[in-house]
C-alpha cells in the first residue's frame, strides 16, 4: 500500500475553502484515492475517493492532477464542525478492494470562528 | 449506507481480566473485518484482519495470543484482549467493506481503560 505524507495540522476560519494536499508518489496503477474523517472518540468516516481528475460530492470535492502522485481535499466553506482530522489514503479500490486500510498520521483541521 | 456497530463503547477492566469487544455488520455480511489500534493523538494502527470461518491473519508486532480474534458469523466479529495490562488502554476500532466496490464503514469504537 503506497505511503501518503500530509500536513500534520492546519487552522482556518469559518466560512473558508479548506484545502488540504496529500502526496503519494509511489501510487501504483490500480490505486484510489480515499479520504476520511475522524472526530475525536468516534470511529472515521467516509468523505470521498477518485482515481484521477475531480470528483465532487455533497461534501468535499477532490482533484488528482494527471500524474496521481498527490491529490487534493477540497472543503468548500467550512464550519466549526468540520474541526476533524483528516485521513488520506491509497489503495486498490473498485472490485480489488479488499478493505484494509492502512493510515498515515492525518491532517488535524481547527476551524475557528 | 451501511451500519458498523461496536460494543461496549467504553470499558474499564482490572489488569490481569480479559475484555470482549464486538463488532456487528448491521445490515450487510461482511466475510472480512478489521480490527484497528489508536492511542492518544495518534494514527489508526491496522492489528489484524478478521476473516469469517478462518483464522485471523495479524500484523507486524500484534500478538496473536494476547488479542483474540473471533469472526464466527458473517456480521460479527469479536476481538479479546486476554490479561489486559494498562499499556493496552487504547481505542480500538473495526471496520468492514458491505462489498468489494464500496468504502469501508468503522465501528464507533472502544474506549478501552485498564486499571
Known amino acids: 500500500l503506497a505511503k501518503t505524507t500530509q500536513p500534520i495540522s492546519m487552522d482556518s476560519y469559518e466560512g473558508q475553502e479548506v484545502n488540504i494536499t496529500c502526496s503519494h508518489n509511489n501510487i501504483a496503477t490500480n490505486d484510489y484515492i480515499t479520504w476520511y474523517q475522524q472526530f475525536p472518540s468516534q470511529g472515521p468516516r467516509f468523505i470521498i475517493q477518485?482515481?484521477?481528475t475531480k470528483v465532487t460530492n455533497e461534501v468535499a470535492s477532490l482533484f488528482i492532477p494527471a500524474d496521481r502522485k498527490s491529490s487534493t481535499l477540497s472543503l468548500p466553506r467550512v464550519s466549526l464542525s468540520d474541526t476533524a482530522v483528516y485521513y488520506c489514503?491509497?489503495?486498490?479500490?473498485?472490485?480489488?478492494?479488499?478493505?484494509?486500510?492502512?493510515f498515515g498520521q492525518g491532517t488535524t483541521l481547527q476551524v475557528k470562528p | 449506507g451501511a451500519v458498523v456497530s461496536q460494543h461496549p463503547s467504553r470499558v474499564i477492566c482490572k489488569s490481569g481480566t480479559s475484555v470482549k469487544i464486538e463488532c456487528r455488520s448491521l445490515?450487510?455480511?461482511?466475510?472480512?473485518m478489521f480490527w484497528y489500534r489508536q492511542f492518544p493523538k495518534q494514527s489508526l494502527m491496522l492489528m489484524a484482519t478478521s476473516n469469517e470461518g478462518s483464522k485471523a491473519t495479524y500484523e507486524q508486532g500484534v500478538e496473536k495470543d494476547k488479542f483474540l480474534i473471533n469472526h464466527a458469523s458473517l456480521t460479527l466479529s469479536t476481538l479479546t484482549v486476554t490479561s489486559a495490562h494498562p499499556e493496552d488502554s487504547s481505542f480500538y476500532i473495526c471496520s468492514a467493506n458491505s462489498g468489494a466496490n464500496t468504502e469501508a464503514f468503522f465501528g464507533q469504537g472502544t474506549r478501552l481503560t485498564v486499571v
Open positions: 445490515d450487510f455480511q461482511a466475510t472480512t
Open positions: 489514503l491509497v489503495g486498490e479500490g473498485g472490485s480489488s478492494n479488499t478493505g484494509k486500510l492502512i
Open positions: 477518485g482515481y484521477k
